[in-house]
């Protein structure tokens, strides 16, 4: 029973220390990441969406990214990288 639980323990610690990531041009792309580092592992985005909360305030942008038929977005918000995924 005792290793069990040190297995589901050390499972859910791996499954929160791996940060979101997706691979554009065989670059990776990391939430945390810094737009400059982004920009220079990605370039600029195929197109930039801005996010705004209820009131239309701006809270970020969503920078996309298509690569054929693959779309990958890159959530940025206050000069870091908050969320990524891929389509």
């Known amino acids: 029973m005792f290793r069990i639980i040190i297995a589901v323990v050390f499972a859910l610690v791996a499954s929160v220390a791996i940060a979101d990531t997706i691979r554009i041009d ?7 990441m810094s737009l400059a580092e982004v920009i220079d ?12 909360n209820v ?17 990958y977005n890159v959530w940025v ?6 969320k990524v995924d891929e389509q």
Do not use: D
């Open 26 to 32: 065989n670059r990776i792309i990391t939430t945390g």
């Open 41 to 52: 592992r990605a370039g600029q985005p195929s197109r930039t969406v801005q996010l705004e």
């Open 55 to 71: 009131y239309g305030a701006g809270v970020g942008e969503r920078w996309e990214y298509y690569r054929g038929k693959k779309q």
């Open 77 to 82: 918000s206050g000069g870091k990288v908050v």
